[in-house]
C-alpha cells in the first residue's frame, strides 16, 4: 500500500492505472478508522482493481464551535487498518494542497438539507460537497463508497453527482454497529465509559420505533414522542434531533416503507447520529 500526500503525485500515480483502463474505487474518510469504514474499504477492494481511502478532517465542513480541533486524529493506526482492508493508496492531502490560494467555488445542493444535519450545522453540506466533488475530480473513481449512517449526506451526494453529471456510481453501505447495537463512529472513542453506556439509548431508541411501526403505528408524531419518552431518561442526553422523513428528507405524518427514522443527540460534549430506513432489515 503506498501513502501519498500530494494532489500531483496522486493524479501521475492513477493515471497509469486510468490508461490500462483499470477500475478506481473510493473510499473519503476523516480518518480514526473503524470497522464501518473497513467494511466500505473491503466492499471498494472487491469490486475495484484498485481502492483510494482518503484520510482529510475537512475544515470547511465544520461549524465555528464544532470538533474540528479535538476530532480524532490516528494516521499511523488508519493506515495499517487500511491496508489489512484491501485499500492499494492512502490519500492524506495537506491542508495547503487542498485549498492552494484559500477556496472561493464552493459545491452547493440546494434541496436535501433545510431538515436533520443541514438544519442543525449550517454549511456543513456545503463543505461535505465541496470537498468530495474535489475528490471525485482528483481521484476520478468510477465507485465511490458511502456509509447509510449519515444518511443525509449520502443523499446529497448522490443528488450532486447526478446534478454535475459525475461519471461515478455512488455505493450506499449499510450502518456497521458494536455488538451491543452502538453505530461504529469516530467520535465515540471520545465516550468515558458511563457515556458508552448512555450512548445504547440511540439503537435501542431505534428498535422499539421499528417494533411499533411493525405493530402496526403510523403516527409519526406517536413514534416520535416515544422516542423522546426514552431520551428524557438520560441525563447526560441533550436532543439535536429526533425526525422522521421521507427521501426529500422532508418530515412526514404518516409513516410508509423507506422514511427514515433519524436521531441526533449530544451525550455530554459528543455528538451521535443514527438512523434506520424503514422496511429494511434490522441490524441492532
Ligand atoms: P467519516 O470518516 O466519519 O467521514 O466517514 C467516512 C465514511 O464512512 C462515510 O461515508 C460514512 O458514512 C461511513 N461510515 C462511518 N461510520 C459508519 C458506520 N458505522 N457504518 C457504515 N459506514 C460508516
Not at 422499539?208 to 438520560?234: C, L, P, T, W, Y
Amino acid at each position: 500500500m503506498t501513502i501519498i500526500h500530494r494532489i500531483k503525485e496522486l493524479r501521475e500515480f492513477l493515471n497509469l492505472y486510468i490508461r490500462d483502463d483499470k477500475s478506481i474505487g473510493f473510499v473519503p474518510t476523516m480518518g480514526a478508522l473503524h470497522s464501518g469504514h473497513c467494511d466500505l474499504i473491503q466492499r471498494s477492494s472487491a469490486e475495484n482493481d484498485i481502492t483510494v481511502v482518503s484520510i482529510f478532517v475537512n475544515p470547511i465542513q465544520f461549524g465555528k464551535n464544532e470538533d474540528f480541533d479535538t476530532y480524532p486524529r490516528t494516521l499511523a493506526e488508519d493506515c495499517k487498518i487500511a491496508s489489512q482492508s484491501g485499500a492499494n493508496i492512502v490519500f492524506v492531502p495537506a491542508e495547503n494542497d487542498m485549498f492552494k490560494g484559500g477556496i472561493v467555488s464552493y459545491v452547493d445542493v440546494e434541496n436535501l438539507q433545510s431538515n436533520l444535519c443541514g438544519l442543525k450545522r449550517a454549511g456543513h453540506f456545503r463543505g461535505v460537497c465541496t470537498i468530495v466533488a474535489k475528490f471525485f475530480n482528483i481521484v476520478k473513481p468510477n465507485k465511490a463508497y458511502f456509509g447509510k449512517k449519515d444518511i443525509q449526506q449520502l443523499t446529497i451526494i448522490q443528488r450532486m453527482t447526478d446534478d454535475l453529471n459525475f461519471d461515478i456510481q455512488i455505493i450506499p453501505c449499510d450502518i456497521v454497529r458494536e455488538q451491543d447495537g452502538l453505530a461504529m463512529s469516530s467520535r465515540n472513542r471520545h465516550l468515558s465509559e458511563s457515556e458508552r453506556a448512555d450512548s445504547l439509548v440511540l439503537s435501542t431508541m431505534l428498535k422499539r420505533a421499528v417494533e411499533q411501526i411493525d405493530g402496526g403505528q403510523k403516527s409519526s408524531q406517536k413514534v416520535i414522542n416515544m422516542i423522546k419518552d426514552g431520551f428524557s431518561a438520560i441525563e447526560s442526553l441533550k436532543i439535536d434531533y429526533v425526525s422522521i422523513v421521507n427521501k426529500e428528507m422532508e418530515d412526514i405524518d404518516t409513516i410508509s416503507n423507506g422514511d427514515i427514522i433519524a436521531l441526533a443527540v449530544f451525550i455530554g460534549k459528543t455528538r451521535l447520529i443514527d438512523n434506520h430506513i424503514i422496511g429494511e432489515s434490522v441490524c441492532f
